[in-house]
Structure formats: structure tokens, C-alpha cells
């Protein structure tokens, strides 16, 4: 059995390299910025009561997901229909589709939200954060960008914060999202530990659990650590193999506050149970 991650350490070890001589939080003994008390918890950000959601609260948590590669514009449109039908969070679709739910989804209170960097999160930061502006250009409110993994299992966190933060920079002046996937499956805890922290570090919105391409999707022992690390304030969001209810509850309960799928319609469907 492997040893636990001590989250603090780690915290403490990454506010001394990347603002170095800066404020301590009095309560943790972490870089201000990274004390996992602030901020205090903002609209969509703290995980709700898993056990207290009716299937409406339950839509408001998910991102009905169509990232494949294959999408035609009908299964698009139809993404967008069900996400109105439902009153979802947002849509999440590639960039190319974004003007197209923009345009379905006017007046209806579901977001759109794309990707950058994805699936790989390899592409150079001037290129993710040109492709989260046009997206937000384009009428995206949420953007969903991939860390660049290999520069941080290299332990070169300036890269990772600057790829982080040339996205959070991109999308602030239309009001947009960001949330920062680490694709957990390829990490060790100690590794989701440090990109969670470099990602809150740089200003993102959210953590996110996985890609959905990856070699594994969200465990609720992921979700758990990463709302350890960014504590209520930043949003958690889970993707990846959740399915039905049972899967989405299990992740609401770890500490999930938003559910990335393609089946959100069979979620909401399956919300009878509050046991």
C-alpha cells in the first residue's frame, strides 16, 4: 500500500518555489494563495449534499460532454436540445462547434463550454490560450484546458503555471471559465496534488478530474484528494466513465461539483434513490 500523500507538504513545497518569500496563511502554514480555506466558496464551487439533490439540482451539476471526433453538426444540435430540455449547466463541445450551441443554446441559461490543449494538453501556451479566446470569441463561457502532463511529472512547474496561466488571461476579459484538467490516471497522488495547486495558483476556476481519452476516468478517490488540495472555493469537476446516478452520487459525495458526461440524460433519469 502506498504511503499518503501529505497535501500540506506538498502545498508548502510548491508556494516556496513558485512565490517564494510571499505570505503565509496563519491557518495551514501554506503560500496565501494556496491556503486551501480561500477563497470562500463562490456560486457552483463547494460540492452540494449528494444526498439532499433532486434530479433538477442534479442537471444544474452536469456538463452534457460531446467530444468525440466523429461529432456531425446534427448530433451537435441535438446535444443542445437535450441540454435545454434538462436545464444542464453547459454543453461541451470541440471549438468548430461552439458558435453552433451558442446560437441553439441562446436565452436558455445552459452554458457553452470547450476545450484547449485537449486532448493531449501538449500544444504550446500561446497556442491553447489563442484557442480558448477564439472560443470565447465565439461564445464560450467555460473552457476546459489540458495541463501540459509531461513538463510536470518533470517537476517544471513555471511551465505548467504559465501554460495555466496564459488560458485564465485569455478567457477573463469575456468573463469565462476556466477549468484545468490533470488527467489523474497518468499521475501520482503526489503529482494531482502539485497540478491542483499550480492550477489554483494561476488563478483557474476549476480542477478537473480527466480528459475522457485517457487511460482512466474520475475515481472518487481523485475527486476527494483534488478538493483537498483547493478546499471549497474552486470548483471540483469529475469526467470520465460516469454513466448513471449511483456514479455521479458517489462523485457529489467525494467532493465533486460539477459531472462532465455524455449521459446526462440517463443521470437525471436515475435520481430516485436519495439513500
Not at 39 to 62: C, E, F, I, K, Q
Not at 75 to 93: I, M, N, P, S, T
Request: hydrophobic letters at 50%; proline letters at 6%.
Amino acid at each position: 500500500m502506498s504511503t499518503p500523500v501529505d497535501v500540506l507538504a506538498v502545498l508548502r513545497a510548491i508556494g516556496k518555489e513558485l512565490r517564494p518569500g510571499g505570505a503565509e496563511c496563519p491557518c495551514h502554514g501554506v503560500a496565501e494563495p494556496l491556503c486551501p480555506a480561500r477563497p470562500a466558496p463562490g456560486p457552483g464551487t463547494a460540492a452540494p449534499d449528494a444526498s439532499s439533490l433532486d434530479a433538477a439540482a442534479v442537471a444544474r451539476l452536469v456538463d452534457h460532454t460531446l467530444l468525440k471526433p466523429e461529432a456531425t453538426p446534427a448530433q451537435v444540435r441535438a446535444l443542445c436540445r437535450e441540454a435545454r430540455a434538462h436545464a444542464f449547466a453547459a454543453v461541451c463541445v470541440n471549438p468548430i462547434w461552439v458558435r453552433t450551441c451558442a446560437d441553439a443554446l441562446e436565452g436558455s441559461g445552459v452554458a457553452v463550454a470547450s476545450v484547449a490543449g485537449f486532448p493531449l494538453g501538449a500544444s504550446v501556451a500561446d497556442v491553447k490560450a489563442a484557442e480558448a479566446a477564439a472560443a470565447v470569441a465565439d461564445g464560450a463561457r467555460e473552457v476546459d484546458m489540458v495541463i501540459c502532463v509531461g513538463a510536470l511529472k518533470a517537476g517544471d512547474h513555471r511551465l505548467v503555471e504559465r501554460h495555466v496561466a496564459a488560458v485564465v488571461d485569455a478567457c477573463r476579459p469575456g468573463g469565462a471559465l476556466v477549468k484545468v484538467i490533470v488527467e489523474s490516471a497518468l499521475l501520482t497522488d503526489e503529482e494531482k496534488v502539485r497540478a491542483a495547486a499550480i492550477a489554483k495558483l494561476a488563478g483557474a476556476d476549476f480542477v478537473k478530474t480527466s480528459t475522457g481519452f485517457g487511460p482512466g476516468g474520475a475515481t472518487a478517490e481523485d475527486v476527494a484528494l483534488l478538493r483537498r488540495v483547493v478546499g471549497p472555493g474552486v470548483g471540483v469537476k469529475a469526467a470520465g466513465g460516469i454513466r448513471d446516478w449511483p456514479a455521479a452520487r458517489t462523485m457529489i459525495a467525494a467532493g465533486a461539483s460539477r459531472i462532465g458526461t455524455s449521459s446526462g440524460q440517463a443521470i437525471v433519469a436515475g435520481v430516485t434513490d436519495r439513500s
